[in-house]
């Protein structure tokens, strides 16, 4: 089975940086796309960043571009996204999940980050 166990979250002040990770397990990281998405309170979920598993081609939302950095460590099946220059608009759960080739998505559980002003 796929699983996805997402870690990382926690509270920081604006300014501040947080790494999240995203470990991966039953599946062949090359043949998937792994992205991150968060969802902040009373708003709908939202895409932030995206990484290939084959060639590591990577995306990021505007809002996240120059703070957000997307990586891969293929030995370790984890997918981490480093986050830098918080601001409280980024407070969300945070979601990884895993996509493969026919658009079937798979999900972890969500960790919360707290950007307090």
């Known amino acids: 089975d796929v699983q996805l166990q997402a870690s990382g979250g926690g509270l920081v002040q604006a300014g501040g940086s947080l790494r999240l990770s995203c470990r991966v397990s039953?599946?062949?990281?090359?043949?998937?796309?792994i992205g991150w998405m968060r969802q902040a309170p009373g708003k709908e979920r939202e895409g932030i960043s995206t990484?290939?598993?084959?060639?590591?081609?990577?995306f990021y939302t505007d809002s996240v571009k120059g703070r957000f950095t997307i990586s891969r460590d293929t030995a370790a099946t984890m997918i981490s996204l480093q986050m830098n220059m918080l601001k409280p608009e980024d407070t969300a759960v945070y979601f990884c999940?895993?996509?493969?080739?026919?658009?079937?998505?798979?999900w972890g559980q969500g960790t919360l980050v707290t950007v307090s002003s």
């Open positions: 999940y895993a996509q493969d080739r026919w658009s079937k998505n798979y």
């Open positions: 039953g599946l062949t990281l090359e043949d998937y796309v």
């Open positions: 990484i290939s598993g084959s060639d590591g081609s990577t």
